[in-house]
């Protein structure tokens, strides 16, 4: 399923704080604005597809763009696609047959 979902970055101390306010408890960080918005990808993936094997509700997104916040933070929309995400981290053992050799 595909989502896009708004994210407050804050710079603070060489860091960049990230918040999705619309997933409660989702909030990551990253030493670089590219890594903190991989960090939120990461996030906000891990949040749904949790709430989807729990069928839990998803929240919707919110506009968060007119809000007041943090000086110097700013908003920033995040897409994921959570059946992309598990292709990318499923793993699941995988028993596999290989032949003894003899040396």
Not at 3 to 25: C, K, M, W
Not at 81 to 90: F, S
């Amino acid at each position: 399923m595909k989502y896009v979902y708004p994210a407050i970055f804050t710079p603070e101390d060489n860091n960049y704080n990230v918040i999705v306010p619309d997933l409660p408890g989702c909030f990551t960080f990253g030493t670089s604005l590219v890594e903190a918005i991989e960090m939120a990808w990461d996030a906000i993936s891990m949040w749904l597809v949790d709430a989807e094997d729990k069928d839990e509700p998803i929240p919707a997104p919110g506009n968060h763009q007119d809000k007041a916040f943090e000086p110097n933070s700013f908003v920033n929309f995040i897409d994921v696609d959570t059946a992309e995400y598990r292709r990318e981290n499923d793993n699941r053992a995988i028993k596999k047959h290989l032949p003894f050799l003899n040396g």
